[in-house]
């Protein structure tokens, strides 16, 4: 069952709490309610521990750095062009906090808040926030609901598995952009093993890759085949597909992360969907309900 316990305090003296499942077999989640933040996935490791996720050891390391580990991101994950859109007519312009556009919500996206939350059972958590009208540029009061499950069951006798889902919703009470996901890195050789590049990536039933303008790191609006590519991920070693990171970024226990210490998996719509009318729909209008959800599967 989930135990909450203090995570240090913000620079507002806002005091934050981390959030942990452990099981029987030995494997244990913490999260803290500062941007929903992943903070440790840990497998029980021949006698040991190995904690597969990067991240710090307080919510002063996720206040103080500035590339997303582990949070919720949103009102708008990924990138918006210029930070400019228009809905029904209407131009909006959002801040700029990427140099020339607006990435994962802004400054005061999702992932720089504390939010409200609650054990509501045994395995159960809830996150609530409402973003008012106008933060970082976006119409309307957003309310964002995010409830977080942990549940386990045995595959077989001899392999356990533990499954967590994230269970997101979003209302607004004018039409607004809304594209929310999660941020882990993840090394499945352990957080302080330095380098992903060998770790292996299978990604099913996809239909391609969004080539990226390599100067705005937006897409150009295609929908490629990943044959021949290193985004063919039917199985492939993870390789320079990975995000960069900060150079020297100290985390958890003192561990060094460099540019490729993990890999980010963001389950999302296309980014700069509300710019291309060829993309999925990214508009969420009053009346409406956003749903998601994200759901990691855990198998040892």
Partial sequence: MWS????????????????????????KISLTDFGISLVSIIFPDSGSEKDVLLGFDNVQGYEEHDFYSGCIVGRVASRVADGKFSIDKTEYQLTLNNGDTHLHGGFVGFSKLLWESRIIDGDTLEFCHVQADGTDGYPGNMSVTVTVTFRSKSLSARSPGHF???????????PSPVNITLHPYFNMDGHESGSALENRLTVFDYAGYLPM????????????SCRGTPFNLDVTRVGESL???PEGTVGKAGAIYN???????????????INNTKFPNAVVRPGEIYKRNITFSFIF
């Fill in 4 to 27: 909450k316990v203090p995570f240090g305090k913000l620079r507002n003296n806002e005091a934050a709490s981390l959030y942990t499942y452990t099981t029987q077999d030995g494997f």
């Fill in 259 to 273: 540019q490729h210490a993990g890999i980010a998996l963001e389950a999302q719509n296309f980014p700069n969907a």
């Fill in 243 to 245: 995000e960069a990171l």
């Fill in 164 to 174: 967590l889902s994230f269970d997101i919703c979003a209302t607004c009470d004018k």
């Fill in 213 to 224: 303008d390599p100067e705005t790191l937006l897409p150009t609006g295609d929908v490629v």
